[in-house]
């Protein structure tokens, strides 16, 4: 802001340091001086109006915010008041049937659902590789899946009393 204004520097001799001084800024003198000064003010005050009404607005869509904040907030109050489900009951089948709760149930669903995992398909896929192996670049494609089929569902069978 100096370098616009102008800079001049003093030497003090006794130390030998110069510091800038600051010129005042001169005004264009006349008749001027005065419109550009009131341009100068009517555009800031315009700007500070139009910013006045963003703020308006930016109020009015908090409000908006704040009122399903409080609608939700009561509907958490009020689901937890409900009577609980028993322990055999399907917990998604209670959420489809009290739709009251509709904008939890989305929530409820997603927290609820199996969640996706990639292990058994990775130890799908690292079975897989133990039997493809280079030294058995012979086999054929069908017996390979029977291999895995058989080495991932032994333990079911078993289970099953089926072997």
């Not at 998604?92 to 990639?118: D, E, H, V």
Request: hydrophobic share 35%; aromatic share 8%; net charge negative.
């Amino acid at each position: 802001m100096l370098g616009d204004v102008g800079e001049s520097s003093d030497t003090n001799e006794a130390e030998g340091t110069s510091s800038p001084v600051a010129k005042r800024a001169r005004l264009p003198e006349g008749n001027e001086a005065t419109t550009s000064t009131r341009n100068n003010i009517t555009s800031i005050l315009s700007d500070i109006l139009m910013s006045s009404d963003e703020d308006d607005d930016h109020a009015s869509a908090n409000g908006n915010v704040v009122d399903k904040f409080l609608i939700l907030k009561s509907l958490v109050n009020e689901y937890n008041r409900e009577k609980r489900i028993a322990i055999h009951e399907d917990p998604l089948m209670w959420w489809n049937c009290n739709t009251k709760f509709q904008p939890l149930y989305f929530i409820a669903r997603q927290y609820l659902a199996c969640p996706p995992g990639s292990v058994a398909s990775e130890q799908l896929f690292s079975g897989a590789g133990l039997i493809y192996d280079p030294l058995r670049n012979r086999l054929e494609g069908n017996k390979a899946s029977k291999l895995l089929f058989i080495k991932y569902n032994l333990l079911l069978l078993e289970q099953l009393n089926l072997i």
